[in-house]
């Protein structure tokens, strides 16, 4: 009896080493074995969206790798070795291409895309719409239509009566385009002009104005009508080789010493300033935790995201409030608005003043 007892010992072993072997050659040659899986990503169908439970804090949540779309007609064209490239975010400046903007009286179309190429479109609309095109500066960004007095279709753009009278005043049409704030973008203004007699040359825009509001709700459906004109025309790629001289100077600036950021400089006035430093701040995710415009100042949390984080036990809490971490400050100077950032003493986190401010500038321009 104890001889089968080793003899069955012996079989086990011999079969715990051939098993091994086995093992041991599959993994080498796992390569050979395994499936290649590298055409799984063109031909994958999308699941369906993670559903969080409703108690859970749904700002926490996002996605950390995202996947790129990819069409029927791109998909055919890859192969294992052809991988797709995520897609150039900075071509995406806003989520909208065509949005209408205000402030403190005054309302512009933003546009995402550089003056060359809108000046030519808008000429077109000019044309498209009765206004046509009377006088015209291409370095100045300044479009200026005939009289709107005899084409009815001009008139019902910008809202004179059908019934014409020899009283009335003479009715032209400016567009002003201009590079926007943030970079490869356009801002385009409209204004209805009444004179006693007809203009005989390009009438200076004027800076900043204060319409009624009749003029301001004027301004902005005409704003809307030309984005939708624009908006049709976006296969169209003619460019101005003129319109493309009224880009100037960057309209914001990052001041550098020995390679950090010390400052920003905004050549714009301070209501504007303003309001892009506070865009900027929301579409950064930087949290505002109190603010005061007349003394020109932010308090804001700029915690990394480790560092917001409190553990296991964060699933269990409410919502952590902004703590004050840092505080930008803008003050006015003769050539423009320079902004600044301070790092509080209790904060002992990793992110310093240069970093808000370099990060700030990505945002803004």
Same mark, same amino acid.
């Given at each position: ?27 080498? @040659? ?28 749904? @700002? ?96 019902? *753009? ?85 319109? @493309? ?22 050549? *714009?006035?301070?209501?504007? @300033? ?55 400050? *803008? ?35």
């Amino acid at each position: 009896m104890s001889v089968l007892q080793r003899t069955r010992s012996t079989l086990s072993a011999k079969y715990l080493v051939l098993s091994s072997g086995l093992l041991f050659l599959t993994a080498v @040659s796992g390569c050979g074995v395994m499936e290649d899986r590298s055409e799984r990503y063109v031909n994958a169908k999308e699941g369906e969206s993670l559903q969080l439970p409703e108690s859970a804090d749904e @700002s926490r949540f996002s996605q950390k790798m995202p996947v790129r779309d990819i069409s029927v007609a791109d998909a055919s064209k890859m192969y294992p070795s052809d991988i797709p490239r995520p897609p150039d975010m900075t071509s995406e400046i806003l989520e909208e291409n065509y949005v209408i903007e205000e402030l403190d009286g005054r309302v512009w179309l933003l546009v995402n895309d550089v003056p060359g190429r809108i000046w030519p479109a808008a000429n077109a609309y000019m044309a498209d719409r009765g206004l046509g095109v009377e006088y015209d500066s291409p370095q100045l960004g300044l479009l200026q239509s005939e009289l709107v007095n005899f084409s009815k279709r001009a008139r019902q *753009l910008v809202e004179l009566t059908d019934d014409p009278s020899a009283r009335e005043p003479e009715v032209v049409l400016q567009v002003r385009m201009a590079p926007g704030v943030r970079r490869k973008t356009t801002e385009v203004q409209v204004r209805r002009l009444s004179k006693d007699s007809q203009p005989d040359e390009l009438i200076p825009w004027s800076g900043v104005t204060d319409p009624g509001p009749d003029a301001l709700a004027l301004q902005k459906r005409l704003l809307a009508d030309m984005g939708e004109f624009l908006k049709a025309r976006e296969e169209n790629k003619s460019f101005s080789r003129a319109a @493309s001289g009224m880009v100037s100077t960057p309209l914001v600036k990052l001041v550098s010493e020995n390679d950090d950021a010390v400052a920003i400089r905004m050549f *714009l006035d301070y209501g504007r @300033s303003w309001a892009e430093v506070s865009r900027s701040l929301t579409e950064a995710g930087i949290g505002v935790v109190d603010l005061n415009r007349s003394e020109g100042w932010f308090y804001v949390d700029f915690r990394t995201e480790d560092e917001r984080e409190s553990g296991w036990f964060d699933w269990f809490s409410d919502k952590e409030k902004p703590q004050h971490t840092h505080t930008i400050t *803008l003050q006015e100077h003769a050539d423009g608005i320079v902004i600044t950032a301070e790092r509080l003493d209790s904060y002992d986190g990793d992110h310093g003043a240069p970093d808000l401010l370099t990060q700030l500038f990505d945002y803004l321009y």
